[in-house]
Every structure is written in structure tokens, then in C-alpha cells.
């Protein structure tokens, strides 16, 4: 098993950035492919990004691409998401999850293992 914690989150202007980061511990992180999902109030909860367990693939929902990078610190058991250019669309509750079997990165079924959110608030 693996605990995640998000952090980072908050209340930013459109247009600006914010790092969230999200802290494993339990088991091997470098065993486990990272997604970082988004649910907005109503809707469903949706891909954002993800990252392999090496670090060399990453994925992006169309929204994201551009504006929002994933990546990964193994030695430090931390996956990240660096945005930038926040639109007051991007306001959610972020998390982060963790899959270790068979993986297909925007289906969030697949994922093993959830934090427990950040919210973060962009306003206009």
C-alpha cells in the first residue's frame, strides 16, 4: 500500500502559476506510474496529466498541454505538477493517484491508490 499527499494547492489570479506536489510513502514510488486528476464542483473527477514510473513518458489532457508539466523525483518519492497560465476554469480539487499493475494513463479506474485532494482556486 502507498499513502499520497498533496499539497500546493491555493488561491491564485488567472494567469498565474502553482506547484503542486504530492508525497508517497509506504512502498517503492518507483514502482508506481502517477496521475494527477481534477474534480470540479458537479462534475465528474478527469484526467489532468501522468507520468511512467521512470519518468520518461508523460501524458497530458488536451487542457493541460501547454500550460501544465508532470514530473517526478523517485529518489525524493514526490510526483509534481508545475501550471501555469491558470484560467478560472482550472479551479478544482486536484489529486494525486498511484497505479501499479496494468496501466493506461487517462482512465482513472485503473489508478491503485488516491491523496486526498488540493483545492485550487483560480480567480478571474
Known amino acids: 500500500q502507498v499513502q499520497l499527499v498533496e499539497s500546493g494547492g491555493g488561491l491564485v489570479q488567472a494567469g498565474g502559476s502553482l506547484r503542486l506536489s504530492c508525497a508517497a510513502s509506504g512502498r517503492t514510488f518507483s514502482n508506481y506510474d502517477m496521475g494527477w486528476f481534477r474534480q470540479a464542483p458537479g462534475k465528474e473527477r478527469e484526467f489532468v496529466a501522468a507520468?511512467?514510473?521512470?519518468?520518461?513518458?508523460?501524458y497530458y489532457a488536451d487542457s493541460a498541454k501547454g500550460r501544465f508539466t508532470i514530473s517526478r523525483d523517485n529518489a525524493g518519492n514526490t510526483v509534481y505538477l508545475q501550471m501555469a497560465s491558470l484560467k478560472p476554469e482550472d479551479t478544482a480539487v486536484y489529486y494525486c493517484?498511484?497505479?501499479?499493475?496494468?496501466?493506461?494513463?487517462?482512465?482513472?479506474?485503473?489508478?491503485?491508490?488516491w491523496g486526498q485532494g488540493t483545492q485550487v482556486t483560480v480567480s478571474s
Open positions: 507520468i511512467s514510473r521512470s519518468g520518461g513518458d508523460s
Open positions: 493517484a498511484a497505479n501499479v499493475g496494468l496501466w493506461v494513463p487517462k482512465l482513472r479506474y485503473q489508478y491503485d491508490y
